[in-house]
């Protein structure tokens, strides 16, 4: 059973929420069986709950510890989904760094379908590190 935009809205902001708090169960909890994450504007795909799964170990154990500071800057809701733009602060090898994403959580049948994310390619690359090779044409 398909459910609303309003129950897909408060799950998208569970997985938002989830993400924050580091809780990997509840993050995977919010998505459909076999999501989808595009990233643009590399123009490449990540599909599947292994990927996902894989995907959010890393973010969590070595992605996360390095964001100093972020600020939603906007969101927004229509039928496809939560889009959400923050500006992160990210410490690195060479210093601290300032990027912008935006993040559109996809809306699927009951939960998440997975997320389309806008940024640069070095934060990209530092998000998906682990699956860069393994990621396939969008």
Known sequence: ??????????????????????DLAATLATLEAEPSYE??????????????????????????????????????????????????????????RDFRIMGLLKFGRSALSGERLYAGEELLRLLFEPLWEELEPA
């Open 1 to 22: 059973m398909s459910k609303t935009v309003a129950e897909l809205t408060a799950i998208a902001h569970q997985h938002a929420a989830a993400e924050g708090a580091g």
């Open 39 to 96: 990233l643009y504007p590399v123009a490449l795909r990540m599909t599947g709950m292994d990927r996902a799964r894989r995907y959010y170990e890393h973010f969590f154990a070595n992605v996360a510890p390095r964001i100093t500071g972020y600020e939603m800057l906007g969101e927004w809701t229509n039928e496809q989904g939560v889009l959400q733009e923050y500006r992160l602060r990210v410490r690195g090898d060479d210093g601290m």
